[in-house]
């Protein structure tokens, strides 16, 4: 089955407890528009042409959101699969944003940052021009081999080409600081599923059900993919939850240590060494693909889309699956591990935290002024004349470093953290009830969700009661 077919399978799976007509779950599924644009680009003194897409799977509110993602792999059916999950992902955490996705055919790692900078440009020049880039109709971010450098080039292409627009820092999120970016976008996809993870770990309940030890620290995982999400989510869970994470795997192979990565270290030699290779931190594996198959309590796939399927589902020794990357895992594969105990926290709402935090980006780009820049320090007047009220009448002294940090004012970053963390907890405590009144798994159970929320835009449930 195709990507496509396997996000709609589910949509029909979950659609069926919920009165759908058949219309109406056809238009549900179906891309709204699509475009498919071939870029020409100077390159070494010749053209060389780059084939890219955007889809647009839903516009029930504007604008529609969705990454961009540059890679080789990049097709027509991916792009509209991921521009669906996006539609179901925003409903879930009550984004208001329709779905879309887009894409370049490209290996980003053959190229140098000036011609990728040309590439980028005219590639977004294309879809400014046919409306497929802009603040009120369809917003991009980082995906897959894109990063804030590719969204400050774009919004520098949209700026040029739509002076008159105001608000021209809000046609993509996920941008550099200075160019209207918002503090914890970068690490906010892995940070919502830590998020999600230690949700998981409050429900007692569910962590008997799965079979895991009661404290997350006590749980051996292994992530797949030191990217972006795979990165920032293993600095979380290690320095937050002092979590033992027994192994990384890249595309080369696998960093594995039975007693746990030193992830900071690890950060680290990456950054130097642009590998998970040639360090002391644990042996290292020369196959990629034994990755989803190392014995472990949380398994988390973070790299790319079906990686576990039937050729690997009966070696998976885990208890949890926590489905970080879109689509890590096709139907048949979740079928068997459903029948098999282990629980899998799935895509559409593990990863939503990027759009979380995009959409305070471009609400922020939108009011033209940073979170907590009017009320930080009234707030933090207050709160020092409130301590020095409760000092005068019971004539103690607070310690001043207490008092520094009762009295902080909330930055930016605390509020992003803060209204993150809300949204993932909020959708994870939603999915639950319904999960405990429909039986079902926790994938079936965010389909339901985010169909039910879904239905109010198109039938007669969604109009006022007089
Ligand atoms: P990324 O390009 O930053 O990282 C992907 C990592 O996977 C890279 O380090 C790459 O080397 C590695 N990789 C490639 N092939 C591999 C293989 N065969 N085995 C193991 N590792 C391999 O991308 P990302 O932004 O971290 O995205 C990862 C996944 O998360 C994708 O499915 C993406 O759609 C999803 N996602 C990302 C965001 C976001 O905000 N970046 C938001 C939601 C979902």
């Not at 029930?60 to 991921?82: C, M």
């Not at 993870?197 to 895991?212: G, P, S």
């Not at 939108?366 to 009320?375: A, C, D, K, N, Q």
């Amino acid at each position: 089955m195709s990507f496509k077919k396997n996000v709609d399978h589910y949509v029909e799976q979950s659609a069926k407890n919920l009165n759908f007509t058949s219309d109406l779950l056809e238009h549900i599924k179906a891309t709204h528009s699509l475009i498919k644009v071939n870029v020409g680009v100077e390159i070494d003194g010749g053209i060389k042409n780059f084939t890219g897409w955007r889809a647009v799977h839903s516009e029930h509110i504007l604008p529609s959101k969705g990454g961009l993602r540059y890679s080789n792999s990049v097709d027509q059916d991916d792009t509209e699969a991921l521009a669906a999950l996006m539609t179901y992902k925003c409903a879930i955490v009550d984004i208001p944003y329709g779905g879309s996705k887009g894409g370049l055919r490209i290996n980003p790692n053959e190229y140098n940052e000036n011609q990728l900078r040309n590439i980028t440009k005219t590639f977004a020049t294309k879809l400014i021009k046919k409306g497929f880039i802009s603040p009120a109709i369809n917003v991009p971010a980082p995906d897959v081999g894109t990063s804030e450098r590719e969204m400050g080039w774009i919004k520098d292409v949209y700026k040029s080409l739509r002076p008159e627009d105001i608000n021209y820092r809000a046609c993509v999120t996920g941008k550099p600081r200075h160019g209207g970016g918002i503090a914890g976008r970068t690490e906010a996809t892995g940070r919502g599923i830590e998020e999600v993870i230690r949700e998981f770990f409050r429900n007692k309940e569910e962590v008997k059900k799965a079979k895991l030890n009661e404290n997350l620290k006590d749980n051996r995982i292994v992530i797949q993919g030191f990217g972006n999400v795979g990165r920032h989510l293993a600095y979380e869970l290690y320095n937050r939850d002092n979590a033992q994470i027994i192994a990384i795997g890249e595309y080369n192979g696998i960093l594995y240590n039975e007693n746990g990565i030193d992830i900071n270290k690890l950060i680290e030699c990456v950054l130097f060494k642009k590998t998970i290779e040639n360090n002391d931190l644990g042996k290292f594996i020369r196959n990629p693909k034994e990755i989803v198959e190392v014995e472990c309590d949380i398994l988390v796939p973070a790299a790319l889309e079906g990686v576990i399927n039937k050729d690997n589902v009966e070696k998976v020794k885990t208890k949890l699956i926590v489905e970080a990357a879109n689509g890590p895992i096709d139907p048949a594969s979740d079928k068997i591990l459903f029948n098999k105990g282990v629980t899998v926290l799935p895509d559409i709402y593990v990863n939503a935290g990027g759009v979380v935090v995009s959409y305070f980006e471009w609400v922020k780009n939108l009011s033209h002024i940073r979170f907590g820049r009017m009320e930080k320090r009234y707030q933090e007047h207050k709160l020092l004349e409130l301590i020095k009220l409760i000092e005068k009448t019971t004539n103690t002294k607070t310690d001043p470093e207490l008092i520094k940090t009762i009295v902080h004012g909330a930055d930016e970053i605390d509020l992003t953290n803060s209204g993150l963390e809300d949204s993932m907890r909020n959708s994870f405590n939603e999915i639950l009830s319904i999960k405990k009144q429909i039986k079902k798994s926790f994938r079936e159970s965010a389909y339901y969700l985010s169909l039910k929320k879904l239905r109010k835009f198109y039938t007669k449930e969604g109009l006022p009661r007089h």
